[in-house]
């Protein structure tokens, strides 16, 4: 996009060298050198020739002895829409099942054991111009409808766990619709599902306007390559959305989302939220984000005071990748297509806990008692005052 930074890496990467950037790679990413993997040369020349970028990390664990590893290869995808939005449906959706097709089988290729793809992947990000048509079109079912068939035959074959966020039709509920997350399995079966737990309300952007807060609860889908969860965009806002994944089990937790830069926008908290509940819960997380700058047909307001506009972008990828203890990987571009790849050793995130023991010290007895009065319709906050005299 023109006028819009690559990357902070790249900026980064343009004005430090030598011991500066070792220490603020040290200080800022937790490590000094960010164990890049080998890509094939297949994969190198596929990225070019259908240009996405592609890059892949390692966060090793200690070796332990009675525990062997417990390597897990994942996969993140963050790409642009295809045909302009004023275009049919149809034709809109299988333009980016094209594009992501070939995205998906490098990552096949590569071994990538767990994939996520971003917030409602299939389709422009229309929640923003509160229009019912014809964007209620891009809705179906989490089980047996176009994506998911797709997405269920790219799964089988490379062995994959595929998390594939859409727009669910509820054929079984009135047809009402829902922000949903599909996890497929290797073998190409839906596993289960999540609807999105939190729906933004920021001024007059609301996308209850589409669907409302989701009744899937806390998930977490145990697949054969470990136990994984998705908190859906704007729950990475909620602390204790992220928590209960963790006391579900969830070993990798991805963040699927579309969120947008400029001055009101969330970029600078978007290095920050998924690396704290990494942090906090001592699991792995990925967040990921869209790119490109979405036009449509009619003007909209965003909730943010600016004059009417036909776009909500733009969208600023930097989708990364992030231990439990805090580690992290470069992100993704801001402006390009590409695929992250992260190799896991899933036995960190026990590791982590039994040297941080933030589990074992967390008081959950406290906050529940706590909670349970603010719940209170006569609730007083404690608050403490000087008693002048």
Known sequence: MDGEANSLETIINNNLNGYDLEQYNRIYYGRRNHLEVPIKESSKDKSEEFDFDIIAYSFPAKIEQIRPARIVKIGVIQHSIVLPTDQPISLQKAAIFEKVKVIIETAGE???????????????????????????????????????????????????????????????????????????????????????????????????????????????????????????????????????????????????????????????????????????????????????????????????????????????????????????????????????IGVLDLNLNRQVRDRTCYQMTQRLDLYVNSLSKVLDIDYKPQVVYEKRK
């Open 110 to 340: 590569e071994g990538v054991n767990i994939l996520c793809l971003q917030e409602l992947w299939n389709m422009p990000m229309f929640v923003a111009t509160r229009e019912k048509h014809p964007w209620c079109e891009f809705a179906e079912s989490a089980e047996n409808g176009p994506t998911t068939r797709f997405i269920s035959e790219l799964a089988a074959k490379y062995s994959m766990v595929i998390v594939s966020p859409i727009l669910e039709r509820d054929e079984n509920h009135s047809d009402i619709l829902w922000n949903t997350a599909v996890v497929i399995s290797d073998n190409g079966n839906v596993i289960g599902k999540h609807r999105k737990n939190h729906v933004p309300r920021v001024g007059d952007f609301n996308e209850s306007t589409y669907y409302m807060e989701g009744n899937t609860g806390h998930p977490v889908f145990a697949t054969r390559y470990g136990k994984i969860a998705v908190n859906i965009c704007f729950g990475r806002h909620h602390v204790l959305n992220w928590m209960m994944f963790g006391h579900n089990g969830a070993e990798i937790v991805f963040n699927p989302s579309a969120t947008v830069g400029g001055d009101t926008g969330s970029e600078y908290m978007w290095n920050i939220e998924a690396r704290n509940a990494a942090i906090t819960n001592c699991y792995f997380t990925a967040a990921i984000n869209r790119v490109g700058n979405e036009r449509f047909k009619s003007e909209f307001t965003s909730g943010d005071g600016m004059p009417a506009h036909h776009s909500f972008g733009p969208f600023y990828g930097s989708s990364y990748i992030c231990a439990p203890d805090g580690v992290r990987c470069p992100g993704l571009s801001r402006t390009r297509d590409g695929l992250l």
